[in-house]
C-alpha cells in the first residue's frame, strides 16, 4: 500500500472531511437542480437554495445536505413521476460519483487492488457516516452496510436515487468493479447490501 493510502486510512483532519463533503453536496445538488431546470425553469422556486459550502461540524453538513438532496428529489417525483425521476437522475448521481471516485483514486495514488479499493471507500464512508463491511468471496462478493447516519433521513426514493453516486465511485476507483445494490435500510432491510461483481476477479488480488 502506497504511503498517501496508508496515512488516509490512519487519519484525516475533520476540515478535509468537511471539504470532501460539501464538494459530493455541491456536485449532487447542482445534478439535482440541472434536472428541475430542464423540465421546468420555475420548479427551483419553493425550495429552499443551499449556501455552499455549507457550515458546521460533520453532522451538520450531512444533515443540511439530505435535507437538499430530499427537497429536490421529492420536486422530481412531483414534476415527473418515480420511475421517471429514477430514470433520469439515478444515472446522474452515477456520473458525479464515477468523478469522484477517479479523483479520489489520482489524489491517493490508488492501484486497481481489490484491498487498496476497499480501504478508499472505507475513507469515502466515513465522510458519510457509513460503516461498511466487504464479504470477499470468490463466487459472490459482496459490500454490507450496517451503519448509515443517511438512511434515517432518506426516503426509499432518495436512497435509490443517491446511491447511484455510491455505484459510481466504485467503478470510478476501479473500471472492473460493478455494485448493484439489492437490498436497503431505506425500505426495510436490516442492513443494506450490494452485490459487487468483478471482472478478472483473480487479476484484481494480485
Known sequence: MNLKLLLASWWIPEYLLKKELNNLASLTINELDNILKSHDPDS??????????????????RLKMIQG??????????????????????????????????????????????????????????????????????DDPHIIISHCELASYYSPLSCQILSGADEGVLRGLNPAFDMKFIERITEGASCCKARLKIKNYSETES
Open 44 to 61: 427551483l422556486k419553493n425550495i429552499t437554495p443551499l449556501s455552499l459550502p455549507l457550515k458546521g461540524n460533520l453532522s451538520h453538513i
Open 69 to 138: 438532496h430530499e427537497s429536490r428529489v421529492q420536486a422530481l417525483e412531483n414534476l415527473l413521476g418515480r420511475e421517471r425521476s429514477i430514470d433520469l437522475a439515478r444515472p446522474a448521481m452515477f456520473k458525479v460519483g464515477y468523478r469522484l471516485g477517479l479523483e479520489f483514486k489520482k489524489k491517493l495514488n490508488i492501484k486497481d487492488d481489490t484491498k487498496e479499493i476497499m480501504i478508499a471507500a472505507h475513507i469515502l464512508y466515513k465522510v458519510l457516516g457509513i460503516e461498511f463491511e466487504f464479504q470477499d468471496m470468490e
